[in-house]
C-alpha cells in the first residue's frame, strides 16, 4: 500500500506507463481515473489496443469516484440537479439578511456567482461556519434550503465521500487506484487520495519538469505528493518531438524570465492584430480559408479563445458568410436557443406583466403554429394604434383574428405553474415541427435536445412540488 508518483513533461510517456501498470494490475480489480468523460472511451480503445479483452477494472473521472465511494453511505441524500440547486440558492438569497453584498444579490446572475463560491468552499473542506460575512451567512442557508430539500449537491458528496474513507472500513476493498489528467488537486481530490493511499496501492502521474517556469505553479503540488509518496517517484525525460522548432521552443521556454533566443519562426507562429473583436475574426478567418484551400479537413482545426460567450456572435457573424464551417462547444442557456427564447417569452407577458414586444417574439417564431404574415398584420395594427397595455393587447388582438392565441389559451387553463409550462413545452414543439412525421432537420434535433433539457427541469421542479417544498 501507498503512493507512487510519475512525472515528467507532455508527451514524455507518462500516460502509457501508468496503463501499463493498470493491466499488470487487472486481476485485482482496478480504477482508472481519467480526466473527463471523453478521456474514458478513449482511454478504454487504448487498452483495447494492448489487450484483446478487459474483463476487470473501472476507468472513470474522479466525479465517477467520489459517487461510487459515497454510494455506500446509507444515509446519503440524493445529489440535486442544477435546477435544484439554483432553486435552493436562490432561496437562500430571499431569506438571508445581507450588508456589503446586499446590492449584488439584486442582480440576475448572483445566484449563479453564489452556487460557484459555495463550490470553491466545498472543494477546499471549508465549513461555511469558519466562513464570515455575508458570504458565510449565505453558504450556510444554501446547505439549509438543501437539507430542506432532502438533497445534497456534488461537492457535498464528495466531502462525505472522503469523510467516509476516512473512518469506515469497508468503504475501499483494497483495488489499486490510478489516475492521470490533473494538473492541481481540490482539496477534496487531494484527502480522496490521501485516504486511499493508506489502504490501497495508488499510482499517480501529473505534468511537471524541475527548472521549468511553465511549472512552477505545481511545484507546491509536486512536493506534497512526493512527501506523501515518501520517496517513490519517478521521473521521466522530454521525448523528442516532430513538430515545427519554434513550437518547441515556445513550450520549452514558455513563461521564462531571461528565455534563451529560439529558431527563426519561418511561418510556425504568426501574431495577428484586428480592430476590435470582429476584425480580429475576419483575419482568422483568412487563415482558416488558407488552410481549408490547401486541403486541410475543418474538422482538423481548432479555435481556442478565453470566453465562448465573448467570442460567438463575431465568430457566427463572419464564418458563415465566408462558407466556413464551424462549431462552437460551450454550454447553452434555454434563453439562448429558438424553443427557449419563444417559451420564455410567453411565460413572461402570461406570467410576469410583460408587454406586447414579449408576447410577439413568441407569436413571430415558429412555434406559434401561427402564420407570420398574419401576425406582422397585427402587431402592425397595434403600433399602428399604440396599442401595448396587455389586457387591450389581447382584447384587439382577438378582435382583428377573430379568435384567442390557442397557445396562450392552453397556457391560461392549467392552474398548477409547473404543469402549465410543461404542457406549454410541448405544445411549442408540435406547433413547430407537427405530428405527421418524425423532424430529421439539423434545427429539429437541436429543438428535441432543448426539449429533453426543460422537461427534465420542469420534471425535477413538478417532483418539489408534489413534495410540498417548492
Not at 449537491?153 to 469523510?163: F, K, L
Not at 505553479?217 to 509536486?222: E, G, M, P, R, Y
Request: with cysteine.
Amino acid at each position: 500500500m501507498g503512493l507512487s508518483l510519475v512525472v515528467g513533461p507532455a508527451h514524455a510517456g507518462k500516460v502509457a506507463l501508468l496503463l501499463e501498470r493498470y493491466l499488470e494490475a487487472l486481476e485485482r480489480d482496478p480504477w482508472l481515473v481519467v480526466p473527463n468523460r471523453l478521456d474514458v472511451e478513449r482511454v478504454e480503445r487504448d487498452l483495447l489496443a494492448r489487450r484483446p479483452a478487459l474483463l476487470a477494472g473501472r476507468i472513470g473521472t474522479f466525479g465517477d469516484l467520489f459517487e461510487e465511494i459515497a454510494a455506500g453511505d446509507g444515509d446519503a441524500l440524493p445529489v440535486a440537479s442544477e435546477a435544484q440547486r439554483t432553486l435552493a440558492a436562490r432561496r437562500a438569497i430571499a431569506r438571508t439578511e445581507l450588508s456589503e453584498l446586499a446590492a449584488s444579490a439584486a442582480t440576475s446572475g448572483f445566484a449563479d456567482t453564489l452556487l460557484a463560491a459555495v463550490s470553491e468552499l466545498e472543494s477546499a473542506l471549508l465549513e461555511p461556519e469558519r466562513v464570515g460575512g455575508d458570504l458565510g451567512r449565505l453558504a450556510r442557508a444554501y446547505r439549509d434550503e438543501l437539507a430542506a430539500l432532502g438533497l445534497q449537491d456534488r461537492d457535498g458528496m464528495r466531502r462525505r465521500a472522503v469523510e467516509r474513507l476516512r473512518g469506515d472500513l469497508v468503504a475501499w476493498d483494497g483495488r489499486p487506484l490510478f489516475a492521470y489528467g490533473f494538473e492541481d488537486l481540490t482539496a477534496a481530490e487531494w484527502g480522496l487520495l490521501e485516504a486511499l493511499a493508506a489502504r490501497a496501492d495508488v499510482a499517480i502521474s501529473i505534468p511537471y519538469e524541475p527548472g521549468r517556469a511553465a511549472f512552477g505553479a505545481l511545484s507546491a503540488t509536486v512536493a506534497d505528493l512526493a512527501e506523501l509518496a515518501s520517496g517513490d517517484v519517478q521521473e521521466l525525460a522530454p521525448a523528442a518531438r516532430e513538430a515545427p522548432a519554434p513550437l518547441v521552443h515556445l513550450e520549452r521556454e514558455l513563461f521564462a524570465d531571461a528565455p534563451a533566443p529560439g529558431p527563426p519562426l519561418e511561418g510556425a507562429l504568426r501574431f495577428l492584430e484586428g480592430a476590435g473583436a470582429r476584425g480580429t475574426v475576419e483575419l482568422v478567418a483568412a487563415e482558416l480559408l488558407e488552410l481549408l484551400a490547401a486541403g486541410t479537413p475543418p474538422e482538423r482545426i481548432g479555435l481556442v479563445c478565453e470566453s465562448p460567450e465573448r467570442w460567438r456572435a463575431p465568430l457566427d457573424a463572419v464564418l458563415p458568410a465566408l462558407g466556413i464551417p464551424h462549431a462552437l462547444e460551450h454550454e447553452v442557456r434555454l434563453a439562448d436557443t429558438a424553443l427557449g427564447r419563444a417559451l420564455l417569452a410567453l411565460l413572461r407577458y402570461a406570467w410576469s406583466g410583460a408587454g406586447r414586444e414579449e408576447l410577439f417574439v413568441f407569436l413571430r417564431s415558429p412555434f406559434s403554429g401561427l402564420e407570420r404574415r398574419a401576425v406582422d398584420f397585427v402587431e402592425g395594427r397595434l403600433r399602428g394604434r399604440a396599442v401595448s397595455a396587455p389586457d387591450r393587447v389581447e382584447e384587439e388582438s382577438a378582435r382583428l383574428r377573430g379568435a384567442e392565441f390557442p397557445a396562450l389559451v392552453e397556457l391560461r387553463a392549467e392552474p398548477e405553474p409547473v404543469a402549465a409550462a410543461a404542457g406549454l413545452l410541448r405544445t411549442l414543439v408540435r406547433g413547430a415541427w407537427g405530428l405527421e412525421a418524425p423532424p430529421v432537420a439539423a434545427e429539429a434535433v437541436a429543438d428535441a435536445r432543448v426539449y429533453r433539457a426543460a422537461e427534465r427541469t420542469l420534471a425535477e421542479l413538478g417532483a418539489l412540488r408534489e413534495a410540498g417544498v417548492a
